[in-house]
Protein backbone atom coordinates (compact mmCIF):
# COMPACT_ATOMS: atom_id res chain seq x y z
CA UNK A 1 0.00 0.00 0.00
CA UNK A 2 2.04 3.38 -1.21
CA UNK A 3 0.75 6.21 1.05
CA UNK A 4 2.43 8.81 2.73
CA UNK A 5 1.27 10.46 5.14
CA UNK A 6 2.84 14.42 6.45
CA UNK A 7 2.37 17.15 9.42
CA UNK A 8 1.04 20.45 8.31
CA UNK A 9 3.99 21.35 5.75
CA UNK A 10 5.76 24.44 5.44
CA UNK A 11 6.20 25.77 1.65
CA UNK A 12 9.40 24.86 1.48
CA UNK A 13 8.66 21.09 2.15
CA UNK A 14 5.81 21.59 -0.61
CA UNK A 15 8.55 22.73 -2.60
CA UNK A 16 10.32 19.85 -2.19
CA UNK A 17 7.46 17.48 -3.35
CA UNK A 18 7.18 19.02 -6.59
CA UNK A 19 8.40 16.64 -8.89
CA UNK A 20 5.64 13.73 -8.54
CA UNK A 21 4.90 11.82 -11.77
CA UNK A 22 1.67 12.00 -13.67
CA UNK A 23 -0.93 9.63 -13.34
CA UNK A 24 -1.49 7.60 -15.97
CA UNK A 25 -4.65 8.39 -18.02
CA UNK A 26 -6.55 5.24 -17.93
CA UNK A 27 -10.54 4.71 -17.58
CA UNK A 28 -10.30 1.33 -15.87
CA UNK A 29 -10.17 1.94 -12.38
CA UNK A 30 -8.79 -1.35 -11.41
CA UNK A 31 -5.63 -0.47 -13.84
CA UNK A 32 -4.96 2.95 -12.34
CA UNK A 33 -1.60 3.96 -11.40
CA UNK A 34 0.35 6.89 -10.64
CA UNK A 35 1.51 9.59 -8.22
CA UNK A 36 -1.13 11.94 -6.68
CA UNK A 37 -0.61 14.74 -3.86
CA UNK A 38 -3.31 16.20 -2.47
CA UNK A 39 -2.69 18.59 0.11
CA UNK A 40 -4.29 22.38 1.16
CA UNK A 41 -6.99 22.54 3.72
CA UNK A 42 -6.49 20.88 7.26
CA UNK A 43 -9.97 20.75 7.62
CA UNK A 44 -10.26 18.51 5.04
CA UNK A 45 -7.38 16.59 5.53
CA UNK A 46 -8.74 13.83 8.12
CA UNK A 47 -11.40 12.92 5.50
CA UNK A 48 -8.30 13.11 2.45
CA UNK A 49 -6.16 11.10 4.93
CA UNK A 50 -8.71 8.28 5.74
CA UNK A 51 -9.96 8.22 2.04
CA UNK A 52 -6.33 8.03 0.77
CA UNK A 53 -5.89 4.52 2.93
CA UNK A 54 -8.94 3.31 1.96
CA UNK A 55 -8.46 4.08 -2.15
CA UNK A 56 -5.23 2.67 -1.90
CA UNK A 57 -5.74 -0.46 -1.10
CA UNK A 58 -8.01 -1.20 -3.01
CA UNK A 59 -5.81 0.43 -5.98
CA UNK A 60 -2.28 -0.82 -5.08
CA UNK A 61 -0.45 0.97 -8.00
CA UNK A 62 -1.74 4.49 -7.12
CA UNK A 63 0.52 6.55 -4.73
CA UNK A 64 -0.93 9.28 -2.88
CA UNK A 65 0.40 11.95 -0.40
CA UNK A 66 -1.76 13.68 1.69
CA UNK A 67 -0.23 17.09 2.67
CA UNK A 68 -1.89 19.99 4.76
CA UNK A 69 -0.92 23.91 4.38
CA UNK A 70 -4.08 25.65 4.21
CA UNK A 71 -6.52 26.39 1.45
CA UNK A 72 -4.81 29.18 0.01
CA UNK A 73 -1.69 26.92 -0.72
CA UNK A 74 -3.70 24.01 -1.61
CA UNK A 75 -5.24 26.71 -4.57
CA UNK A 76 -1.83 28.14 -5.42
CA UNK A 77 -0.18 24.77 -5.35
CA UNK A 78 -2.50 22.96 -7.67
CA UNK A 79 -2.67 25.84 -10.13
CA UNK A 80 1.24 25.57 -10.05
CA UNK A 81 1.56 21.72 -10.84
CA UNK A 82 2.86 20.92 -6.73
CA UNK A 83 -0.59 19.33 -6.56
CA UNK A 84 -2.66 17.29 -8.43
CA UNK A 85 -5.44 17.87 -6.17
CA UNK A 86 -5.83 21.27 -3.79
CA UNK A 87 -7.79 20.95 -1.17
CA UNK A 88 -10.42 24.25 0.31
CA UNK A 89 -12.39 25.30 2.29
CA UNK A 90 -13.34 27.89 0.21
CA UNK A 91 -14.26 28.78 -3.40
CA UNK A 92 -11.46 29.28 -5.68
CA UNK A 93 -13.28 32.99 -6.56
CA UNK A 94 -12.56 33.86 -2.85
CA UNK A 95 -8.49 33.75 -2.98
CA UNK A 96 -7.06 36.93 -4.13
CA UNK A 97 -4.43 35.81 -7.08
CA UNK A 98 -6.42 32.55 -8.13
CA UNK A 99 -7.69 32.30 -11.38
CA UNK A 100 -10.91 29.44 -10.93
CA UNK A 101 -11.03 29.42 -14.61
CA UNK A 102 -8.18 27.05 -14.99
CA UNK A 103 -9.43 24.72 -12.25
CA UNK A 104 -12.00 21.83 -11.58
CA UNK A 105 -14.26 22.40 -8.93
CA UNK A 106 -15.43 19.26 -7.00
CA UNK A 107 -17.46 19.67 -3.85
CA UNK A 108 -16.81 16.34 -1.58
CA UNK A 109 -18.72 17.27 1.10
CA UNK A 110 -19.59 19.73 3.55
CA UNK A 111 -18.18 20.87 6.81
CA UNK A 112 -19.04 23.18 9.84
CA UNK A 113 -16.44 25.26 12.20
CA UNK A 114 -17.54 25.88 15.54
CA UNK A 115 -15.86 28.70 18.58
CA UNK A 116 -13.47 26.47 20.74
CA UNK A 117 -12.61 27.28 24.27
CA UNK A 118 -10.93 26.00 26.65
CA UNK A 119 -12.95 23.01 29.16
CA UNK A 120 -12.41 25.18 32.16
CA UNK A 121 -14.04 28.14 30.40
CA UNK A 122 -18.34 27.73 31.95
CA UNK A 123 -19.90 28.89 28.57
CA UNK A 124 -22.12 27.36 26.61
CA UNK A 125 -23.18 29.87 24.23
CA UNK A 126 -22.20 33.49 22.55
CA UNK A 127 -24.17 35.93 20.80
CA UNK A 128 -22.67 37.09 18.04
CA UNK A 129 -22.04 40.59 19.02
CA UNK A 130 -20.09 38.51 21.64
CA UNK A 131 -18.36 36.15 19.47
CA UNK A 132 -16.86 39.52 17.49
CA UNK A 133 -16.29 41.37 20.84
CA UNK A 134 -14.29 38.97 21.91
CA UNK A 135 -12.20 37.80 18.43
CA UNK A 136 -11.33 41.82 17.76
CA UNK A 137 -10.16 42.48 21.42
CA UNK A 138 -12.98 44.37 22.29
CA UNK A 139 -13.75 42.00 25.41
CA UNK A 140 -10.74 40.97 26.89
CA UNK A 141 -11.64 39.61 30.44
CA UNK A 142 -14.39 36.47 29.74
CA UNK A 143 -16.60 37.96 33.18
CA UNK A 144 -17.35 40.69 30.69
CA UNK A 145 -19.54 37.71 28.84
CA UNK A 146 -21.18 35.83 31.97
CA UNK A 147 -17.64 33.84 32.19
CA UNK A 148 -14.85 33.32 35.19
CA UNK A 149 -12.87 36.25 36.19
CA UNK A 150 -9.64 35.31 33.39
CA UNK A 151 -8.09 37.08 30.77
CA UNK A 152 -9.23 36.25 27.10
CA UNK A 153 -6.33 34.60 25.03
CA UNK A 154 -7.38 34.57 21.27
CA UNK A 155 -5.47 31.91 19.22
CA UNK A 156 -6.12 32.84 15.47
CA UNK A 157 -5.29 31.37 12.24
CA UNK A 158 -2.69 32.02 9.86
CA UNK A 159 -3.11 34.33 6.61
CA UNK A 160 -4.44 31.64 3.84
CA UNK A 161 -6.30 29.23 5.98
CA UNK A 162 -9.50 28.96 4.65
CA UNK A 163 -11.07 28.12 7.97
CA UNK A 164 -10.03 31.60 9.26
CA UNK A 165 -11.89 33.17 5.92
CA UNK A 166 -15.25 31.05 6.56
CA UNK A 167 -15.22 31.57 10.35
CA UNK A 168 -14.55 35.61 10.20
CA UNK A 169 -16.96 35.79 7.17
CA UNK A 170 -19.85 33.83 8.45
CA UNK A 171 -19.40 33.98 12.31
CA UNK A 172 -17.63 37.75 12.86
CA UNK A 173 -19.38 39.53 10.14
CA UNK A 174 -16.04 40.16 8.20
CA UNK A 175 -14.17 41.84 11.33
CA UNK A 176 -10.62 41.47 11.69
CA UNK A 177 -9.56 39.52 14.60
CA UNK A 178 -7.14 40.88 17.19
CA UNK A 179 -2.94 40.16 16.68
CA UNK A 180 -2.46 37.69 18.70
CA UNK A 181 -0.53 34.37 18.55
CA UNK A 182 -2.05 31.63 15.42
CA UNK A 183 -2.22 28.54 14.42
CA UNK A 184 -1.57 27.24 10.51
CA UNK A 185 -3.22 23.85 11.35
CA UNK A 186 -6.41 22.60 12.93
CA UNK A 187 -5.10 19.78 15.40
CA UNK A 188 -2.51 22.38 16.99
CA UNK A 189 -5.06 25.04 17.61
CA UNK A 190 -6.97 22.13 19.42
CA UNK A 191 -4.10 21.51 21.02
CA UNK A 192 -3.30 25.01 21.69
CA UNK A 193 -6.49 25.60 23.44
CA UNK A 194 -6.54 22.29 25.42
CA UNK A 195 -3.48 23.59 26.74
CA UNK A 196 -3.94 27.47 27.42
CA UNK A 197 -6.02 28.95 30.03
CA UNK A 198 -8.58 30.83 29.19
CA UNK A 199 -8.04 30.17 25.56
CA UNK A 200 -10.96 30.60 22.41
CA UNK A 201 -10.33 29.68 18.73
CA UNK A 202 -12.14 27.77 16.20
CA UNK A 203 -12.07 24.92 14.19
CA UNK A 204 -13.66 22.40 11.74
CA UNK A 205 -16.44 20.01 13.31
CA UNK A 206 -14.13 17.03 12.24
CA UNK A 207 -11.74 18.00 15.27
CA UNK A 208 -14.03 18.46 17.77
CA UNK A 209 -13.63 15.26 19.29
CA UNK A 210 -9.49 15.25 18.94
CA UNK A 211 -9.11 16.77 22.61
CA UNK A 212 -11.67 16.50 25.73
CA UNK A 213 -9.52 19.56 27.29
CA UNK A 214 -11.62 21.77 24.42
CA UNK A 215 -15.57 22.01 23.92
CA UNK A 216 -17.34 23.69 21.09
CA UNK A 217 -19.28 26.73 22.39
CA UNK A 218 -22.65 27.32 20.11
CA UNK A 219 -23.91 30.89 18.65
CA UNK A 220 -27.11 32.65 19.41
CA UNK A 221 -27.74 29.69 21.10
CA UNK A 222 -27.70 27.46 18.04
CA UNK A 223 -25.33 24.37 18.49
CA UNK A 224 -22.67 23.41 16.10
CA UNK A 225 -24.52 20.61 15.37
CA UNK A 226 -24.49 18.18 12.06
CA UNK A 227 -28.11 18.83 12.10
CA UNK A 228 -27.97 22.76 12.14
CA UNK A 229 -25.62 23.10 9.34
CA UNK A 230 -27.84 20.71 6.95
CA UNK A 231 -30.45 23.60 6.89
CA UNK A 232 -28.42 26.22 8.00
CA UNK A 233 -29.82 26.99 11.04
CA UNK A 234 -26.62 27.28 12.07
CA UNK A 235 -24.61 29.24 9.52
CA UNK A 236 -21.12 29.08 9.93
CA UNK A 237 -19.91 25.87 7.42
CA UNK A 238 -18.39 25.67 4.07
CA UNK A 239 -18.11 23.27 1.62
CA UNK A 240 -14.68 21.19 1.09
CA UNK A 241 -13.88 21.17 -2.40
CA UNK A 242 -11.24 19.11 -4.19
CA UNK A 243 -9.35 21.36 -6.98
CA UNK A 244 -7.85 19.95 -9.92
CA UNK A 245 -5.29 21.58 -12.60
CA UNK A 246 -7.89 21.36 -16.00
CA UNK A 247 -4.62 21.41 -18.25
CA UNK A 248 -3.61 18.55 -16.50
CA UNK A 249 -6.15 16.61 -15.15
CA UNK A 250 -5.91 12.64 -15.24
CA UNK A 251 -8.19 9.44 -14.99
CA UNK A 252 -6.88 8.90 -11.43
CA UNK A 253 -7.42 11.97 -9.55
CA UNK A 254 -10.99 11.79 -10.68
CA UNK A 255 -11.10 8.49 -9.71
CA UNK A 256 -10.03 9.40 -6.16
CA UNK A 257 -12.36 12.38 -5.78
CA UNK A 258 -15.29 10.67 -7.05
CA UNK A 259 -14.67 7.96 -4.25
CA UNK A 260 -13.90 10.15 -1.53
CA UNK A 261 -17.47 11.86 -2.65
CA UNK A 262 -18.92 8.53 -2.80
CA UNK A 263 -17.68 7.32 0.71
CA UNK A 264 -20.82 8.62 2.62
CA UNK A 265 -19.83 6.28 5.69
CA UNK A 266 -16.42 7.80 6.20
CA UNK A 267 -17.61 11.13 5.57
CA UNK A 268 -20.07 10.73 8.66
CA UNK A 269 -17.57 9.18 10.55
CA UNK A 270 -15.04 11.94 10.43
CA UNK A 271 -17.66 14.44 11.10
CA UNK A 272 -18.73 15.97 7.71
CA UNK A 273 -21.72 16.12 6.25
CA UNK A 274 -22.47 14.60 2.86
CA UNK A 275 -23.57 16.69 -0.09
CA UNK A 276 -27.03 14.90 -0.61
CA UNK A 277 -28.04 15.58 3.09
CA UNK A 278 -27.87 19.40 2.69
CA UNK A 279 -31.17 21.12 2.37
CA UNK A 280 -29.59 24.22 1.05
CA UNK A 281 -26.78 25.37 -1.20
CA UNK A 282 -24.35 28.46 -1.26
CA UNK A 283 -22.87 29.94 -4.24
CA UNK A 284 -19.18 31.22 -4.16
CA UNK A 285 -21.00 34.49 -3.98
CA UNK A 286 -22.73 33.25 -0.69
CA UNK A 287 -25.82 33.43 -1.64
CA UNK A 288 -28.01 30.82 0.17
CA UNK A 289 -30.79 28.85 -1.58
CA UNK A 290 -33.17 25.93 -0.85
CA UNK A 291 -32.59 23.04 -2.72
Not at 216 to 228: G, R
Request: proline share 3%; with cysteine; aromatic share 8%.
Amino acid sequence: MCVYFYSIAPLLTLAACGNSDTATNNTDSSALSGKVIAGGSTALQPMAQQASTDYTAKNPEVQITVQGGGSGVGLTQVLAGTFQIGNSDIFAEEKSGIDASKLNDYKVAVVGFAPIVNKDINIESLSTKQLIDVFTGKVKNWKEVGGPDEKITVIGRAAGSGTRVNFNNLALGGATEVDGPTQDASGTAVTMVGQTPGAISYVAFSYLDKSKDIKAVSIDNVKPTVENVADNSYKVWSYEHMYTNKEKETAVEKDFIKYVTEDIETIKKLGYIPISEMKVERDAQGKITNK
